[in-house]
């Protein structure tokens, strides 16, 4: 049977739950386990699929098609790992099993209620990851402690304890210790607060996890007050989790601390010796003196960091192997329909213009596309990025005036992206999404095939709109090299431009399966690519 490990957060959200259960899962790793993590959600989207990103950052998309939360592209990177469906729960998802389950009758006319129902089915989510093949399953519990629509999760959370008996699961708090500037002292009471909502509900950590700013310290003496305020065992169940030049250090941050002996000790684990070794010596290569490359994600959701974190750590994944550090910029597409694009992006190295749905800050993009097409500048297309440089191609290249997608004007003279005839008749507009892992045929003697060094690619796919077949003799003699083909249907999964040192794009969305350790070969051939067109411009 598999042991339990809970991660749950409170005073405020953003603390880096994720951080903090996926780097407990490299250090159990390196001690030769078998880990998994699954992410529960408490709120009622079913996943975050519709959801804005500007709000509640990326959606993250697995090999088997379902989209989950960002937390889950946190999990893959750091136990370079592919999860699937077990993986994220909301209570959405929850609600809409037991429903579908009353409607065909399966509680024999039973109420349904909170308890027992929905955490019995709460309880029956953790389970499915329970495996013989599974040393450790860490859990974590978004929200923070006392939100209301967290309570069914956390009360599922105690009575799974209960079955699973002590010695059997460890459950790991994470809270904020903010330091007042007026005060010159850190705070210690939010954490006691919380721990007393969580200890309310019958539920009692046996670690508490510190987070504050990069340069704050937690003195012996207030590890030993959060210690005796939350009822642990001893001080050395506080664990200091500071700021970071870079997340990859916080594995090693929390096991000087020794959080992965005591949740081995606490689940009765006979684990191996710790070797952090080469992921220390990959994480240092993120805080040492490189030269940098200066990379443009021109995107239209810019309030938010998150929205693009996968394309994010993609391109610091591929600077770090190319021996540089990326200096990242994210830039607004509707400030560049403004300004121009060479004006905004004259200094940079290369472009990324990642995916998106909706027509805000389109032509944005398209000129974009047209400025590292005619100025040499190393391009690379994401999802929306390969359709918006095939409209800019179409009218710029192929002189077929007003192309565009049917995404954004219906009824486009030159439908050069549409959806799929089949798609267009379906309410649910989640049924017209291609979603998960897809075959790629990438042709002889192309960029693509030259970066990933093998015919025959998978990668991962969020989107409903298609390159439109019928334009592809056009483009081909004007130019445009269709390098990667789903050989299943015939749709175009990448193209190139052929007068061009790196202009490349790819319908799918390569940064969901780059690692630290593993950079995507998209990537790092953007990179590459920008670092030698430094000295030209």
């Known amino acids: 049977m598999s042991k339990y490990v809970f991660v749950t957060g409170g005073v405020v959200s953003s603390l880096g739950k994720g951080i903090t259960a996926a780097s407990l899962g490299r250090l159990l790793i390196e001690r030769g386990l078998r880990v998994t993590i699954q992410k529960l959600d408490p709120y009622i989207n079913v996943d975050p699929g519709t959801m804005n990103p500007a709000q509640h950052g990326e959606v993250f998309v697995t090999e088997d098609g379902i989209e989950t939360d960002l937390d889950i592209g946190h999990y893959e990177r750091f136990l370079d790992k592919n999860f699937d469906k077990n993986c994220n729960y909301t209570s959405g998802k929850i609600y809409s099993n037991i429903i579908a389950k009353e409607r065909k009758g399966e509680y024999l006319g039973a109420t349904i209620q909170v308890v027992p129902h929905v955490t019995s089915e709460i309880k029956a989510m953790m389970r499915n990851c329970d495996s013989p093949d599974i040393d450790v399953v860490i859990v974590e519990v978004g929200g923070t402690v006392g939100d209301m629509e967290g309570m069914a999760f956390l009360?599922?959370?105690?009575?799974?304890?209960?079955?699973l008996k002590e010695g059997n699961y460890c459950h790991i708090h994470c809270t904020l210790v903010p330091y007042l500037e007026c005060a010159g002292e850190v705070k210690t009471k939010p954490t006691q607060h919380s721990v007393k909502e969580l200890t309310s509900m019958g539920l009692n950590p046996d670690i508490v996890v510190c987070r504050t700013g990069k340069n704050v310290e937690l003195t012996p003496q207030q590890k030993k007050k959060i210690a005796m305020f939350c009822n642990l065992e001893s001080d050395a169940h506080v664990i200091h989790n500071p700021d970071c030049e870079t997340i990859y250090e916080?594995?090693?941050?929390?096991s000087k601390q020794g959080l992965d002996r005591i949740v081995c000790d606490i689940l009765k684990l006979d684990a191996g010796e710790l070797d952090l070794s080469k992921w220390q010596e990959m994480a240092s290569l993120y805080v040492s003196d490189l030269p940098t490359v200066n990379i443009a994600i021109v995107g239209k959701y810019t309030e938010v960091l998150d929205s693009y974190i996968s394309v994010i750590e993609a391109i610091?994944?591929?600077?770090i192997s190319n021996k540089y550090r990326a200096k990242i910029s994210i830039v607004s597409s509707e400030d560049i329909e403004m300004m121009g694009a060479k004006d905004i992006l004259k200094n940079f190295d290369g472009v990324v213009v990642p995916g998106g749905f909706g027509s805000r800050g389109i032509e944005g993009k398209i000129?974009?596309?047209?400025?590292?097409r005619e100025s040499k500048v190393p391009y690379l297309g994401l999802c929306l990025g390969m359709q918006i440089a095939v409209i800019e191609f179409a009218r710029n290249v192929v002189g077929l005036g007003g192309a565009n997608s049917t995404e954004f004007e219906e009824n486009t003279q030159h439908p050069v992206i549409d959806i799929m005839p089949e798609q267009r008749d379906i309410e649910d507009k989640g049924a017209t999404m291609r979603l998960g892992a897809y075959n790629c045929h990438l042709e002889d003697n192309s960029l693509a095939r030259r970066l990933y060094g093998m015919p025959d690619i998978k990668e991962r796919h969020r989107h409903r709109y298609e390159f439109n077949n019928e334009y592809r003799e056009r483009f081909a003699r004007a130019g445009m090299t269709?390098?990667?083909i789903n050989p299943e249907k015939d749709l175009v999964e990448i193209v190139e431009y052929e007068d061009h040192p790196f202009f490349i794009a790819s319908q799918f969305h390569p940064e969901f399966k780059s690692r630290p350790n593993k950079p995507h070969p998209l990537f790092v051939g953007l990179i590459r690519q920008a670092i030698a067109s430094k000295p030209k411009r």
């Open 316 to 319: 610091k994944h591929a600077a």
């Open 367 to 372: 000129s974009t596309a047209q400025y590292c």
């Open 155 to 163: 009360e599922a959370i105690r009575q799974f304890e209960r079955e």
């Open 482 to 484: 269709f390098s990667g």
């Open 250 to 254: 916080v594995p090693s941050v929390i």
